[in-house]
């Protein structure tokens, strides 16, 4: 029935797809982006359609706002055997699963290569699937912790320290919550991850075909648990997302904040003497003397598998992350780049990325999500059984155990 | 049921205030119910309209009347054909949905209601079955089948679903409504010669004015409102309403809610709401004391 | 959906009668026949055109293991889906929380309702402003109306958490967070229930209220005695359908709690297996069995409120 209906709406769509006029075949690239309201995106696209000299057109289709509904846009188009779909921005989350699908094509060969090129390895990791580089990463995300320089003149370097330096200010009477995600959603299963690889542990074991947890796993939820039990928290912990915990940060009453860095030129717009005081630094350790593991996010690009012109789609994409590109992104619309010499890059770093040297070292420490085709299920597993993070005992590990293992083999039904 | 023929005047009408310390005392009571009911209804949406007014800064300062103003939200939805193109959509596919819903659940309402047929039971078990499939099912199928049909990203493709939907409760509170008309009426049109589709439309239409303007206020809002549709059964400007719009504006950076322009945007599409009421609500009980029944 | 049809009757030995027709049609009847099909025709076409398909489809779906991210594992597993679903304390938790949600929500909604529906037909004073006042939450977008319930009940960013005791974070804890979400319920369709129950009213003949207002009912004896049996089918409309919806609650939740504190409702939870987890089988078994639960409250309303139902013999 599916193949039915995509083979009747092939021709129509193909028709659009290519205007074979004559001499030059320019094919027209449908990218699905989700939107950019700095307009980059755009830029990118209108340059790089010129730069090749009449092989290909990129026409950007937006998706919503929202990282589910993008996902479930492109998900429906796939299923169907959709060929007006040539290059699709991904998260950094969504590899697998559209690779195991079989929805994504691999890059090969020359093609690898040259994406590995001078990319950030951690963002590399994220995106190969099967041994398979599946996505080019386009731009790449990481926390810090921001921190309030009047509140806190020394910043700390472990949990413990940041939950005793808030209770201190608490003590005082002072503005003293920690701002981090804690509402069950997939931000949640973030911070659980970070902690865990800080640890030194990881939720999956290396095949990805169990859950590990072990005692890491153990160590991150006492780090919860620490947090949960300080006046430290925020009373809504248990409801916060990203942009949650950047208005009670720019409320404010928050001392502490571990989010990414979109926070920043957000302070610097709407609370300008609140943003001369924040500070940054790498995300508290959870074992003294060793960096924490924060996780990584971001999007990549990756080809269609039912795209007409995969090879100009490929092309398209190498244009679209090359390094000018990667500055109007990170500059213009906010998004860290994923290539490793863009960071000591003076025009980055002056472009509103002061923080650019922290990011990078935490980059280079970071860790992927769990990475599995079933990621969805399991991140709901895990931000269910652990929530409310202010009811969270490491008893529950058990359960989510087995919760995990029977989400990777889609087994059950998921929260 | 009933045997009434003449439905007489309405209450209000009725009370002519004669300056009497009783007529004041009730006038004040009318006022404050209706002045808490109108503040009760209200004011989460003046809050909208507070947030849809402040400048970003000052969204999280808890503040219900806006201490730093701004017309950026407004200014910001209008500028770009995503929302103003939306709204068009959202207008024209609503009404010509719910003109559509109430004119063929008119017609099945009436054979329920009045006529003696097989499988009425069928039908309107049938309707109200459809009414109560989780929406979220349908929509990757219906997907799928609107791009073999070409009815994806256009308005036929939003206007049938949101038939779909309107027609149960459609045939539902016209079939309720018709059967307490008095119909003696258009036995009456019936015996002076009128044939039954005569009697449908000259006695029985305006007689049922209040059920079909409930009717359509509902639908128009069921429409106005849908979100799994319109976001599923769409791609651009061609048909996209302005719920799935809303989901396409975005904020300063990736994470960061735009909620200033989704309250301004809330607060835009609340003003046809309101006039589409405001139009149509004085129909509501009018129908009964209409110049067909009079007489 | 063949369930609703009437059992056919087996041929009588004469072999064309059906029962209750004694004698054959009159061109009358047969013409009434005739109108009333061809009258609903158009509805019904309508609306096998948009479901029969994919309700099909979704049955189908559900006696499968199908799940979009691993293909090639599809096969056919009749009933295991509806094992899984109803073996989770997750679905009960999910079911009990709808039904809670549903309860409380259409009984306060009714009581308000009919309040307001008295109002809207009664107010001296200001009447086509209190209507179209009492109409505009309902017609405010759930999804933008719940992000503003969701801001003005959050600590430091709202107007109504800044009336709570200090560090009350309401739409963080099981009991709280539903309060929230039926209150929003009950905002945002009050109205519904309101309009439908003024249509009833104005049903209502006045002179039948002065008759007995005359032989000295009291204003409760005519509002149950005659105003209520004769809005029977106006209510039963209205609860049949607030109630039917309000088994499906999904964006007020979406928003305001994401499901946290064992919030979530069946809808949520048919999403997360449907579009989060891509399991289409277990994800369609948890539809049909939302969908079989709604058709049996449909079923108890009907018959509790026997004749006054559409389709039934008024006599």
Redesign the interface.
Known sequence: ??A??AA??VP?LAACGSSGGGSGRTATLNWYM????SGSFATAAANCSKASNGAYTIKI??????A??QR??M??RL??K?SSLDILGLDVTWEA?FS???WILPFTGARRTAVENGTLPAAIKAAVWRNQLVAAPLNT?TQLLWYRKDLVPEPPTTWSQMVADATRLAKEGKPHYIEVQG???EGYTVLFNTLVASAGGSILNASSTSAQLGEPAVKAIQAIQQLAQSPAAD?????Q????N???F??G?AAFELN?P?IY??AL???PSLAKKIGWTQYPSLVAGQPSHVTIGGNDLAVSAYSKHPNQAFDAITCLRGSANQTTYAIK???PPTLTALYTDPALIKGGYPFAGAIYTALQNGVARPQT??Y??VS?QIS?NL??P?SVSVGKLNTLKSRIND?LN?????? | MSTVTVPAPRAGRAARPTGSSTDNSRLLAWTTVNTVIIVVSIVPVLWLLSLSFKTPASIPDSHFIPRHWTLENYRGIFGTSLFTRALLNSIGIALISTFLAVLLASMAAYAVARLRFPGKTVLVGFALLISVFPQISLVNPLFNLWRELGLFDTWPGLIIPYLTFGLPLGIYTLSAFFREIPWDLEKAAQVDGATPYQAFVKVIAPLAAPGMVTTAILVFIQCWNDFVFAISLTSTNRSRTVPAAIAFFSGASQFAQPIGSIAAAAVIITIPIILFVLFFQRRIVAGLTSGAVKG | MTTAAPPVEPASPAGRHKKGETAPLSEGARAERRLGLMLCAPAVIVMAAVTLYPVGYAIYLSLERYDLRFPNASKFVGFANYGTVLSSPIWWQAFLVTFIITIASVAVEFVLGMALAFVMHRAIVGRGLVRTFILIPYGIVTVVAAYGWKYAWTPDTGYLANLLPSGNAPLTHHVSGLAVIILAEIWKTTPFMALLLLAGMALVPEELLRAARVDGATAWQRFTKIMLPLMKPAILVALLFRTLDAFRVFDNIYVLTSGANNTRSVSILGYDNLFTALNLGVGSAVSILLFITVAILAFLFIKIFGAAAPGQEVD
């Open positions: 029935m599916f039915a209906a009747a709406a129509v989700f939107p950019d309201g289709n937006v998706l919503p706002n929202d589910d509904t479930q846009q998900v429906r299923a169907a959709d699963e195991e699908a079989g995300n509402a069950e959603y009373p809504s912990w248990s409801n997302h990203e942009d949650d950047r208005l009670a720019e409320s009453n990414y979109f030129p957000s717009q709407n609370n619309g906010g998004l085709p079933a969805q299920s709901l269910y929530s409310p202010t989400a889609s087994k059950g039904l998921v929260p």
